[in-house]
C-alpha cells in the first residue's frame, strides 16, 4: 500500500507529527473554542487558520531544503548531502513561530 513513497525515518517522523498535531489540535478547540486574534499575519486568525498557514509553510520549507541539498554539497564542498533532519528541525521551528505568533 505505501511501497510509492519513500518511507525513511525522517518522512515518516515529520508524517505522523503533523497526524499528532491535528488531533491535538481538535481535542484543544473541542476543550477550549478559539477566537479570532491578529498577529503579524496579514489577517485575523484562528488557531486552525495558523495551523493550515504553519503547515504547508513547513511543507515549503522541506520541499526547498530538498531543492537546494544538492546544491549546498557543492557550495559548501561537503563529502554528502546534508541530513534532511535539519529541514525537520527547521520547518517544526516556522510552524512553531506561526503558530505563536501568527
Known amino acids: 500500500m505505501f511501497e510509492w513513497m519513500a518511507w525513511t525515518?525522517?518522512?515518516?517522523?515529520f508524517f505522523s507529527s503533523i497526524a499528532l498535531m491535528l488531533v491535538g489540535m481538535t481535542v484543544w478547540e473541542i476543550k477550549s473554542p478559539t477566537v479570532m486574534r491578529k498577529g503579524f499575519l496579514p489577517i485575523e486568525t484562528t488557531r486552525g487558520d495558523r495551523l493550515f498557514i504553519g503547515l504547508l509553510?513547513?511543507?515549503y520549507v522541506n520541499l526547498a531544503f530538498v531543492g537546494i541539498s544538492g546544491h549546498l554539497t557543492e557550495w559548501l564542498a561537503l563529502e554528502s548531502e546534508p541530513s534532511i533532519w535539519f529541514s525537520f528541525v527547521l520547518s517544526m521551528g516556522v510552524l512553531a513561530f506561526i503558530m505563536r505568533k501568527g
Do not use: D, K, R, Y
Not at 9 to 13: D, Q, S
Open 57 to 59: 509553510s513547513a511543507a
Open 9 to 13: 525515518l525522517p518522512v515518516a517522523v
